[in-house]
Antibody
């Protein structure tokens, strides 16, 4: 059974940085698109960044230039480098796997999430 | 403001049928991109319940069904049970934004 486990969340001051990681079990990690989805407590889901199996990357406008997504297919891991953090980045961050290699397919496996709090 | 529009809440009694709508536009659902649905129980990660408009992942009961037509989609749940009470989200791909987009979510209350 494929599992995703996030780590790296925590409390950080505005302007600070955090690096989130997502460790995957199972095979063929390289074949799937991977995503970071965030959720402000009590609010909806927002796909922050996606990275296709071929390395194609997208970001929502509000994090462009501040967040960097990367993947290591050998280590079966996904990362999100978050810089210049703002209070509005406070949210649970979920790692999710796409059913296929590109971003238009469903997210079939989700991690449990890691909380990021940006506060003075 | 979410790209996909869902009603904030729906409710139904045990055993009843409820539907949750999801409305998009010509750059997502209307461009023939598929719609997917997720169930999020309180305090847990989302779980895929319908993919590619009408398909159920293994383990999801056949009480859950999906449909799509043009720029609209629906999730139907029949034989409503107490443990169906959750938030439900639709998702599609938007080619103008070049990314996946979610609806704002619908809270299902089982009366």
């Amino acid at each position: 059974e494929v599992q995703l486990v996030e780590s790296g969340g925590g409390l950080v001051r505005p302007g600070g940085s955090l690096r989130l990681s997502c460790a995957a079990s199972g095979s063929r990690f390289y074949a799937f698109a991977m995503h970071w989805v965030r959720q402000v407590p009590g609010k909806g889901l927002e796909c922050v960044s996606s990275i296709n199996h071929d390395g194609g990357i997208t970001y929502i406008d509000s994090v462009k230039g501040r967040f960097t997504v990367s993947r290591d297919d050998v280590q079966k891991s996904l990362h999100l480098e978050m810089n210049s953090l703002r209070p509005e980045d406070t949210a649970f961050y979920f790692c999710a796997r796409g059913q296929g290699g590109y971003s238009h397919v469903a997210f079939d496996i989700w991690g449990q999430g890691t909380m990021v709090i940006v506060s003075p | 403001q979410s790209v996909l529009t869902q009603p904030p809440s729906v409710s139904g009694a045990p055993g009843q049928r409820v539907t949750i709508s999801c409305t998009g536009n010509s750059s997502n659902m209307g461009a023939n991109y598929d719609v997917h649905w997720y169930q999020q129980l309180a305090g847990l990660a989302p779980k895929l319940v319908i993919f590619d408009n009408t398909n159920r992942p293994s383990g999801v009961p056949d009480r859950f069904s999906g449909s799509k037509s043009g720029t609209s989609a629906s999730l139907a749940i029949t034989g409503l049970q107490a443990d169906d009470e959750a938030d439900y989200y639709c998702q599609s791909y938007d080619y103008h934004l070049s990314r996946s987009v979610f609806g704002g979510g619908t809270k299902l209350t089982v009366l």
